[in-house]
């Protein structure tokens, strides 16, 4: 008898991870080294998911080299600009962050919705939308892609504001703006408010998890002071992205010995080579081994790296390893549920 264990997160890939792009105003080899320096520093901060990756002394020393992990670049005219399109090299890449001991994140990644509410000149409150006007979405999500993460803004559209209004918002309730957010079915759900504070702009934000009955806990809060509404923007998605990838990064720094993965279902020579791959693209094992097999049930041992806990977090929100106890074999097992 089986008994899973079943994750409730539903994980988003990030595309291009080791890719970026910048406009240029020429394609001089003077310009296109600085643009590739730049798009080497956010390649890093998307790749750790830490925004102070760049002041790493080991990681210092390597940002003028940046040309020699490069694998590609090209130029496109968009819209009467010219654009500067890099690819990094992956393994290159992750072996630096290695050698730095900072931590690395896969493409695998939360999502997470973000309700912000503010005032107006004439202290009337407003919710940022994803159809913004004022701008202040489009910023978000620019911020947003910068980092790697999913993010996303409600529509704020008849539906939304039937369901929860802008006081609400504001005030951080999180049962009923929880209750509006179970419509985007993300994993994670962010309040958050901007007030004005003598000439300073203040930040508050609180992040919640989706479990059985909603966005029932809270795992992250912040608050924190800023010179300008845009920086404090800018804040929001920096600070709670930095909470992301504290959970589901991987700690180079650090080994946790040896894990089991004891596969109950590879019924195909597909199924075992999907799986093999899989186990070898996650960020948190290395050295990945068959160790036995026998009829429909495979036995894979691999080196852990980073925490333990980092990787069953990854497992349950990618979803592609579900993780059960066999009563009949008395241990944890895995079935397959990926493609093959």
């Not at 010219?82 to 072996?95: K, W």
């Not at 990838?245 to 080994?255: E, K, L, M, N, P």
């Not at 019924?267 to 036995?292: C, G, H, M, P, T």
């Amino acid at each position: 008898m089986l008994v899973s264990y079943q994750p409730l997160l539903q994980a988003k890939v990030v595309d291009a991870l080791y890719s970026a792009e910048t406009t240029v105003t020429n394609q001089s080899n003077t310009q296109r080294k600085a643009a590739i320096s730049r798009l080497f520093k956010s390649v890093l901060i998307k790749i750790s998911g830490r925004s102070d990756v760049v002041i790493n002394p080991i990681i210092m020393a390597k940002i003028p080299q940046a040309m020699s992990f490069v694998t590609t670049f090209n130029y496109q005219n968009r819209e009467g600009k010219s654009h500067l399109i890099v690819r990094f090299n992956e393994s290159s890449v992750d072996q630096l962050l290695k050698e730095a001991a900072v931590s690395i994140w896969g493409e695998q990644r939360p999502t997470a919705l973000i309700w912000l509410g503010y005032r107006d000149e004439m202290s009337q409150r407003h919710v940022v939308s994803d159809g913004d006007s004022l701008g202040h979405g489009e910023m978000i999500k620019r911020v947003a892609k910068d980092r790697g993460m999913p993010m996303l803004l409600p529509l704020w559209d008849l539906e939304d504001q039937f369901n929860v209004s802008a006081g609400e918002v504001w005030g951080m309730f999180p049962d009923s703006v929880g209750q509006a957010n179970m419509r985007y079915g993300t994993d994670f759900m962010i309040l958050s408010k901007i007030t004005m504070l003598g000439l300073n702009h203040r930040l508050n934000w609180a992040i919640y998890k989706k479990g059985h009955v909603g966005y029932d806990m809270i795992v992250a809060s912040g608050l924190d002071e800023f010179l300008t509404q845009e920086l404090a923007l800018n804040g929001l998605v920096d600070q709670t992205s930095d909470f992301f990838a504290r959970q589901y990064a991987v700690d180079t720094s650090a080994q946790s010995g040896l894990q089991t993965f004891v596969v109950n279902n590879v019924d195909s020579l597909d199924k075992y080579a999907a799986i093999f791959r899989y186990l070898n693209d996650l960020k948190a094992l290395e050295s990945v081994q068959l160790k036995q097999h026998q009829h429909h049930v495979f036995t894979f041992v691999a080196k852990v790296l980073g925490e333990q806990q980092t990787l069953r977090e990854v497992l349950k929100l990618e979803q592609q390893l579900l993780e059960s106890f066999d009563h009949e074999r008395q241990e944890r097992v895995f079935t397959w549920q990926g493609a093959n």
